[in-house]
């Protein structure tokens, strides 16, 4: 039960960093390999802004992201967006030195051990449960991620923003030719996906320590989710990002040797049986 | 100064020149010409593969290589984005009509933004297609083939613009809607539209043209007027199609 719901808790990181994944792939057709660094900027935003300017959890949730975002939209429109025309692979190989350089400079600044981050007063202490001892903050977390999770899926299903998106998701060329501005709406969704993982990153500072390396790992696992789920597919992504979680923390009591690769095991399962994926179609 | 004037009412809205394609290495159109004038409705038409659909994408600016000139009321738009082309009043319906299977019949609708005066209203849109309005929140590609293609022509006239390129309307469509299709499109021609036409199907075509342009390995071969023409014309043109 207790594992249960820790595999809820890793399973909403999940979802919210391969959903982020999974939008920008679908409408670039690029496997964004920096969704990691950024998700790892965004905690150490939150970091910077306690540390040097005294601004609490509460402000970086709001000002990390923002930042994030705009240095984001800035790396797409200077280094991703000219690579457009090109094959989609030379973009996944641009993010992914994009992710490398930022690890890199963050380690070279910061070094690699992890830094501490507290958990905010208004969430301090816990819930002790006959079953385990949950602590507040984790309760909020789960809270957090599922309502934004929520409000992305609204936003992409019911507003007209969205409709451009999964528009230009299936054709971009057409959206262009009825006058859309298919490259700003990149940018802006390009955007909003870097400032989801800080967020989230966000969100992780008091968890696990900020850590130069700390969206490696994350970033793998996200990226196999958006493979189970189906390229491109907002909802897959979600919903198997939770569902993995929940196996993944399942295999811990069961099996607990075949945790770490539990996921791929189902990855590679997926492969062969449903090439797109759970949710995806074919493309 | 009577001549300047009438120069002027007669400078085509569409004059295509010279207009060369390439898919990659593979040159696709060879020097396409035709004018269109305002409120004219012209078929381009030829057998399959011979560049038509090419020439539709070539004007909308979707052909990345692509050479010579496409005058839109006196600019030239042969440099221009596909978008900013579309924002100068051209509204684009694509062969198979691109309907968006992840967006609902309204949001197909309306995601075109506005290009141009003519756009149409709601009620304007539902009185031309009434089929559209009791399935507006359906997904786009559960419509039939019929309603997916007056869907494709309904969305581009909301957006308002003028010059309407239409990629073979009729095709795959049953005898009956090819009819209503063929109804729809004279309402326009008598509200003014200009519409660039291609379309294979000779017969339906013939009673809202003005002219047609045969098409022949990336050229305009030959043309006719539909106004004055006798039976041999049809013939002709029919000759060229192998029907
Ligand atoms: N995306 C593409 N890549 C490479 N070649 C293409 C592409 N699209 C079309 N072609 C080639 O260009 C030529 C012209 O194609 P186009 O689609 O313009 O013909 P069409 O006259 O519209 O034919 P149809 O009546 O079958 O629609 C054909 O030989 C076709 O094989
Ligand atoms: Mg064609």
Known sequence: ?283 | MGEAVQRQAEAPLLAVNDLHAWYGESHVLHGISFDVSRGQVISLTGRNGVGKSTTLRAIMGLIKKRTGSVVLEDAETIRLKSRDIARRGVGFVPEHRGIFASLSVHENLMLPPVVGKASLSRNEIFQLFPNLERRMSSQGTRLSGGEQQMLAIARVLRAGAPLVLLDEPTEGLAPVIIEQIGAMLRKLRERGYTIVLVEQNVQFAWSVTDCFHVIEHGRVVDSFQTAGAAGSDIGRLKRYLGV
């Not at chain 1, 959890?57 to 429109?77: C, D, F, N, Q």
């Not at chain 1, 802006?188 to 966000?202: D, H, I, M, Q």
Request: contains cysteine.
């Open chain 1, 1 to 283: 039960m207790g594992q249960l719901l820790l595999g809820l808790l890793n399973g909403a990181f999940y979802a919210m960093l391969s959903l982020g994944l999974a939008v920008i792939f679908g409408l670039l057709r690029v496997v964004n390999f920096a969704h990691g660094a950024q998700y790892m900027v965004g905690a150490f935003i939150a970091w910077m802004l306690l540390e040097f300017f005294g601004l609490s959890y509460w402000w970086a949730l709001l000002l990390a992201p923002v930042i994030t975002g705009v240095i984001s939209i800035a790396i797409e429109r200077t280094l991703i967006a000219p690579l457009a025309e090109a094959d989609h692979l030379y973009g996944l190989l641009m993010t992914f030195g994009i992710a490398m350089v930022l690890q890199g400079g963050f380690q070279i600044a910061f070094g690699s051990a992890g830094i501490p981050y507290r958990v905010p007063p208004e969430l301090a202490g816990g819930l002790r449960l006959s079953f385990m001892y949950l602590p507040n903050y984790r309760l909020w977390v789960l809270a957090a991620s599922i309502a934004v999770c929520l409000i992305i899926w609204l936003m992409i299903e019911k507003t007209s923003l969205g409709a451009y998106l999964r528009a230009a998701t299936e054709d971009p060329d057409l959206v262009g030719a009825f006058g859309v501005n298919v490259a700003l709406l990149i940018t802006v969704t390009y955007g909003l996906g870097a400032a989801l993982a800080a967020f989230a990153g966000v969100l992780a500072a008091p968890i696990y320590a900020v850590n130069p390396l700390m969206g490696v790992e994350l970033l793998i696992i996200a990226f196999a989710v958006v493979v189970v789920g189906g390229m491109g597919s907002i909802l897959g992504a979600v919903v198997t990002g939770f569902m993995l979680g929940v196996i993944e923390a399942l295999t811990k009591i069961f099996y607990p040797e075949a945790a770490s690769m539990v996921i791929f095991i189902i990855m590679i399962l997926v492969l062969m049986v449903r090439p797109y994926g759970l949710f995806g179609r074919q493309m």
